[in-house]
C-alpha cells in the first residue's frame, strides 16, 4: 500500500481499508507514522483537514417550533373555527371552554414529546476526553479530539479508547466491548490479522473507540477518527433512522381526518337547512351549527387517552419498565415480534458451571447464578461430593487456582473478579467447600497470573506435611498440550488421550458453554517460588473439562412462553457466539428445529430474501448494528409491530427504528436509553411481558372511551339535528352541550382509564397493525347505543313540551339529565367491551366507575337545583316524576346493550364455529 505523503488527501476518507485485515505495519505505512508518532506540524495538519476526533451535534426543532406542531390537527383546528365564532357573537363562556380544552391538548402533547436526538448526545458523552499519545517522539497527554490518523495511542486498564485503533503491542489486552459487539465478558486482544469479513466481535487487532479497558496494556495506530469510527457510524446510521409513528397515533389521525369531515358536512348542513328552510335566525343557526361541532367533536378524548396511558406508565413502574414516552404504553399492547438481547436480558449474566467432564464420566450441576444452591448427578442420580475423591479433586482445584470473591450481600450473592473464576467458587461452595477452611489447608504459595500469552493460570500450593501441589486452569488446548496423564478415579491415573479430550471438548461446546480445563502435579516440597519453566515443563494430570454458560433466566422461560401463547414471536438476536446462542434459544423455546443464523450469512441477502429469514428463524448470533437494524426493517416490512431490546451502542439504531425500544436500565449505556421508549429497571425480559399486557389493558380503555364519548356525543348532535329538522326549539344549547361533554368526560370516561385488565388479555394474538380504530364491532356499537340515547333525550323533550306543555328551561332540563342518566348507566356496560358484566360480579369489581357516578350524581342535582346554575346554563328544578323517567330509561339502556352483547356473541359464535364463551 502506498504511503500517504499528503496527509490532507482525501483518498483515505472515501476508501478505508479493512485494518483488522492487516498487519500493523501496512497502517503505518498507510498514515506515514512510526512509533515515536507524529510531529506537532504533521498533527497539526491533519487536524485541520480531518477535522476534530468528535461527532457532529444533531440539528433540534426549536421550543416554539415544537410547541406549535401541536397545533397541527384537524379537530383542532374545527374546535378554533368554533372558538372563533362564539366570541364574534359574545358567547365568551363558550369560547373560554373551547380555548382551554385545546391550550390543555397541547401542553400534555409538548410535556409528553420524545426528544431521541438525546441519543446523539450520549454517544458524544462516550467518547473519552484525554488520550495519552507519542508525539515527536515523547509522550503527551492531549485532549481526545485533538487525535489524528497516524497517531500513536497508549492504552492501559480503566482507560475509555479514544478512537479506532490498530493495535501493534498489547501485553494481557482486554477490552469490554460489550456496548459495541454485546460480547457478554471481556475480549482479550492481540496483533494478528483476521479475514476480511471478520465480525466485530471477532477483530482481536483492532481497539474500538468507546470501548473500556477491563486488563492489561497496549498500543495502537490511530486508523479512524471522529465519524469515521465504528461509534461515529452508528451514530450516523442513528440519525438517518427514522422513527415511527404509534399504531394509535396513526389510527387516531386517520379517525381525526373521517370525523373532521363527518362534522363539518353536518354541521353546513344543518346551518344550511335552518337557515334557508326553517328560516331561522342567521346568529341562532351559527351557534346551533357550532353546538353541533362542539357536541360531536370529543374533545376529552385526548386527555383521557393521556390519562389512561399515564396510569398505564405508573403501573409498568410497579413491574420494573419505565416508558420514557407515552404513546408507547398503547403500542406495547399491538407488539407482534419481540427481538431482544441474550446478555442479562434473557440470561442471569451470571457465569455458571453446569457439566464436569473426567476421562470416564460426565457430571452434570444444576442451579444458576452464582448462589451456591444446586445438585450434582450423573446418569439421573444425584451425587454425593463428599462420596466422590475425584469430584472433589476438581472442585478443590478451581476454588484455589482462582482470583474471583463471592460473598452474600443484603440477600443476594456479589462476585467480584472474572465471571468464569466466580462460578468455579460456586461450584465448590455447591458441595460444601468453603475457601478460608481449604486455603488454610493448602496456602496459597505463589501464583502465575493468567495471561493472553500463555493462556493458563497456575498456583502453588504446600499442605501442614511436607507436600505441594501445582493446580493449574485454563484454555483447554494449552493445558491439554502440559498433561500426559488424566485422572480415572480417585487414585487411578493412565495416558493422556487427547482423541478422547478433544471429542468431550467438542460435545460441550456444542451445548454454547464455554470450556476450562484443570490439572494437576505434585512439586518439589521444599520449593517456594513458581517459575515458568516450572509449568512448561509439564507432566500434569488432567483432571476435567468444566462447561460453563450464562444461563437463561427461570423467569424468561416463563415469559417467552407467555408471549407466544399471546401470539408473539419471540427472537433473540446478539452478538455472542453462533453456539452459545443456539443452546440458550432452545432453553428459552426459542429457534424452531434449533434453527440460528450467524450475522455474517445475512449480508448476502437482499431485503426481500432477509424478510423471509427472519420471519422463520428465531436466534442470531454474532449480529452487527447493521443486521439488527435490517431485521428490525424486515420484520416491520411484513406489517409486524416490532419491541426491540438493547444496551449498548450498537443497538441505539434498531432501538430507534423499533416500534418500540426497550432499554436495559441496570447494564444499558445512556445512547441505548436516549433511543428507546421503555427502560427496564431490572433488565429482564419478564418485564416486557408484564408490560405487553399493560399496554393490551390500555388500548381496551381507551377504546372504551371512545364507544362511551362517540354514542353519546352522536346522541347530541342527532337530538340537536331532529329539532332543527322538525322546526322545534333547540333541546339542548350551545353551553348546556359544554356542561354535559364536560361532566361526563371528567367523571364517566376518566373512569375507564382505571379499568382493570379484561379476562383472557394475554390468550388473544395482538391486533393487525392496519386494523382500524373503529372496527366492525365499534361501528355496530357506536349508532346502536347512540340512537338510544337520542330516542330517551329526544323522546322525553318531545314529550315535555308536547304532552305535558312545560316551559322550555324544564324540558331542557329533564332532557339533559335524560342524556347523563343513560351515559351513567352505560358506562356499567362497559366494564366488559364483549362479555355480560354480572356473572362473576364484575359489575362490582370497578371502584372508579362507581365514584365516578357518585360524583356525577352530585354535579347534575347542581345543575338542576343550584340557582347559581339555573343562571349560567338556563335550567330549573324538576319533580321526582320526571326523575323516576330519567332512571327508568337509564336502566333501560343497561339492560338492552346487555342483551345485544349475548345476541352479538351469539352471531360471532355462529360464524367461528366456536361456543358463545370462547368469543
Not at 503491542?169 to 475480549?187: D, F, I, M, Q
Not at 465519524?227 to 442513528?238: A, C, D, K, Q, V
Not at 517459575?531 to 416463563?558: C, H, K, M, N, S
Not at 419491541?643 to 416500534?659: I, W
Request: glycine fraction near 8%; hydrophobic fraction near 45%; aromatic fraction near 6%.
Amino acid at each position: 500500500m502506498a504511503e500517504v505523503s499528503d496527509p490532507q488527501s482525501p483518498r483515505a476518507d472515501r476508501d478505508v481499508p479493512a485494518w483488522h485485515s492487516q498487519n500493523a505495519d501496512a497502517a503505518f505505512e498507510h498514515w506515514g507514522t512510526s512509533r515515536e508518532g507524529l510531529t506537532a506540524e504533521q498533527a497539526e495538519e491533519r487536524l485541520a483537514h480531518y477535522g476534530p476526533n468528535q461527532l457532529r451535534p444533531p440539528e433540534r426543532a426549536g421550543v416554539l417550533r415544537r410547541f406549535l406542531r401541536h397545533f397541527h390537527n384537524v379537530l383542532i383546528y374545527i374546535l378554533l373555527v368554533a372558538a372563533l365564532g362564539t366570541a364574534l357573537l359574545g358567547h365568551w363562556v363558550d369560547t373560554g371552554v373551547i380555548l382551554a380544552v385545546v391550550l390543555i391538548n397541547t401542553l400534555i402533547g409538548f410535556v409528553q414529546e420524545g426528544k431521541a436526538e438525546k441519543a446523539l448526545d450520549a454517544i458524544r458523552r462516550m467518547l473519552s476526553p484525554r488520550a495519552l499519545v507519542a508525539r515527536g517522539g515523547e509522550r503527551r497527554e492531549i485532549p481526545a479530539e485533538q487525535l489524528v490518523p497516524g497517531d500513536i495511542v497508549y492504552l492501559q486498564a480503566g482507560d475509555r479508547v479514544p478512537a479506532d485503533l490498530r493495535l501493534f503491542e498489547t501485553k494481557n489486552l482486554r477490552l469490554e466491548e460489550a456496548a459495541l459487539t454485546g460480547e457478554s465478558v471481556a475480549v482479550e486482544k492481540d496483533t494478528a490479522a483476521v479475514e476480511p469479513e471478520a465480525g466485530l466481535g471477532d477483530r482481536r487487532g483492532m481497539a474500538f473507540s468507546g470501548t473500556l479497558v477491563a486488563f492489561g496494556r497496549g498500543m495502537g495506530v490511530v486508523v479512524a477518527s471522529g465519524e469515521h469510527t465504528e461509534i461515529g457510524r452508528i451514530s450516523t446510521m442513528l440519525g438517518e433512522v427514522e422513527g415511527l409513528e404509534t399504531p394509535l397515533v396513526r389510527q387516531m389521525e386517520q379517525f381525526g381526518h373521517w370525523l373532521a369531515a363527518v362534522i363539518v358536512v353536518l354541521a353546513l348542513a344543518t346551518f344550511a337547512f335552518g337557515y334557508w328552510v326553517r328560516s331561522y335566525p342567521l346568529d341562532e343557526m351559527f351557534l346551533a351549527a357550532a353546538s353541533l361541532a362542539v357536541s360531536t367533536i370529543p374533545e376529552g378524548l385526548p386527555a383521557i387517552m393521556t390519562i389512561a396511558l399515564a396510569i398505564g406508565v405508573q403501573k409498568m413502574a410497579r413491574c420494573n419498565a419505565i416508558i420514557r414516552r407515552l404513546p408507547a404504553v398503547e403500542t406495547l399492547g399491538s407488539v407482534s415480534t419481540i427481538c431482544s438481547d441474550k446478555t442479562g436480558t434473557l440470561t442471569r449474566n451470571e457465569m455458571t458451571a453446569q457439566t464436569l467432564r473426567t476421562a470416564t464420566r460426565e457430571i452434570l450441576v444444576s442451579g444458576v447464578g452464582y448462589a451456591p444452591q444446586g445438585q450434582f448427578s450423573e446418569d439421573e442420580r444425584d451425587i454425593d461430593p463428599d462420596d466422590d475423591p475425584l469430584l472433589n479433586q476438581v472442585l478443590r482445584a478451581g476454588l484455589l487456582c482462582n482470583d474471583a470473591r463471592l460473598y452474600e450481600k443484603d440477600g443476594d450473592w456479589v462476585m467480584e473478579g472474572d465471571p468464569t473464576e466466580g462460578a468455579l467458587i460456586t461450584l465448590a461452595r455447591k458441595a460444601g467447600l468453603d475457601l478460608h477452611l481449604e486455603g488454610e489447608r493448602l496456602p496459597r504459595t505463589d501464583v502465575i497470573p493468567f495471561e493472553s500469552d500463555h493462556r493458563y493460570m497456575a498456583t502453588l500450593h504446600h499442605d501442614h506435611e511436607g507436600h505441594a501441589w501445582i493446580f493449574l486452569k485454563g484454555a483447554p488446548e494449552r493445558v491439554l498440550e502440559l498433561c500426559s496423564e488424566q485422572q480415572v478415579d480417585g487414585e487411578t491415573r493412565e495416558a493422556l488421550d487427547p482423541d478422547h479430550w478433544h471429542a468431550a471438548m467438542e460435545a460441550v461446546a456444542a451445548r454454547g458453554q464455554r470450556l476450562l480445563a484443570v490439572a494437576v502435579r505434585e512439586a518439589e516440597a521444599d520449593g517456594g517460588e513458581l517459575r515458568f519453566d516450572d509449568v512448561e515443563a509439564g507432566g500434569f494430570t488432567l483432571l476435567a473439562l468444566v462447561g460453563i454458560i450464562d444461563p437463561p433466566r427461570e423467569e424468561a422461560i416463563r415469559a417467552v412462553a407467555d408471549c407466544r401463547a399471546a401470539g408473539i414471536d419471540v427472537k433473540m438476536i446478539t452478538g455472542d457466539h453462533l453456539a452459545t446462542a443456539r443452546a440458550i434459544g432452545e432453553q428459552l423455546g426459542l429457534g424452531r428445529d434449533a434453527e440460528a443464523r450467524a450475522g455474517h450469512e445475512l449480508d448476502a441477502l437482499d431485503d426481500a430474501a432477509l424478510a423471509e429469514i427472519a420471519e422463520r428463524t428465531d436466534v442470531f448470533a454474532r449480529t452487527s448494528p447493521e443486521h439488527k437494524l435490517r431485521l428490525v426493517k424486515a420484520l416491520q416490512t411484513g406489517g409486524r409491530i416490532v419491541a426491540m431490546t438493547g444496551d449498548g451502542v450498537n443497538d441505539a439504531p434498531a432501538l430507534k427504528r423499533a416500534d418500540v425500544g426497550v432499554a436495559m436500565g441496570g447494564k444499558g449505556t445512556e445512547a441505548a436509553k436516549e433511543a428507546s421508549e421503555m427502560v427496564l429497571a431490572d433488565d429482564n425480559f419478564a418485564s416486557i411481558a408484564h408490560a405487553v399486557e399493560e399496554g393490551r389493558t390500555v388500548y381496551d380503555n381507551i377504546r372504551k372511551a371512545i364507544l362511551h364519548m362517540l354514542p353519546t356525543n352522536a346522541g347530541q348532535s342527532l337530538t340537536i339535528m331532529m329539532a332543527i329538522l322538525m322546526g322545534l326549539a333547540l333541546p339542548l344549547t350551545p353551553v348546556q352541550v359544554l356542561w354535559v361533554n364536560m361532566v361526563t368526560s371528567v367523571t364517566l370516561a376518566m373512569a375507564l382509564a382505571f379499568e382493570r385488565a379484561e379476562p383472557g388479555v394475554m390468550q388473544r394474538p395482538p391486533r393487525a397493525p392496519n386494523a382500524p380504530l373503529l372496527s366492525g364491532f365499534l361501528l355496530w356499537r357506536i349508532p346502536f347505543v347512540a340512537l338510544l340515547l337520542w330516542a330517551g333525550t329526544f323522546g322525553h323533550f318531545v314529550y315535555m313540551e308536547s304532552l305535558a306543555g312545560v316551559a322550555d328551561e324544564v324540558a331542557r332540563t329533564v332532557a339533559i339529565n335524560t342524556l347523563v342518566a343513560g351515559q351513567a348507566f352505560y358506562l356499567l356496560n362497559l366494564r366488559l367491551i364483549h362479555q355480560p358484566v354480572l356473572p362473576g360480579g364484575e359489575l362490582f369489581r370497578s371502584r372508579a366507575m362507581w365514584l365516578a357516578i357518585g360524583v356525577l350524581v352530585v354535579l347534575q342535582l347542581a345543575f338542576t337545583y343550584v340557582p347559581l346554575m339555573h343562571t349560567l346554563f338556563g335550567t330549573t328544578a324538576i319533580g321526582a316524576d320526571d326523575w323516576a323517567r330519567i332512571l327508568a330509561f337509564g336502566l333501560a339502556v343497561f339492560v338492552i346493550v346487555e342483551l345485544e352483547k349475548l345476541v352479538v356473541r351469539q352471531v360471532i359464535a355462529r360464524r367461528r364455529g366456536v361456543a358463545p364463551q370462547a368469543v
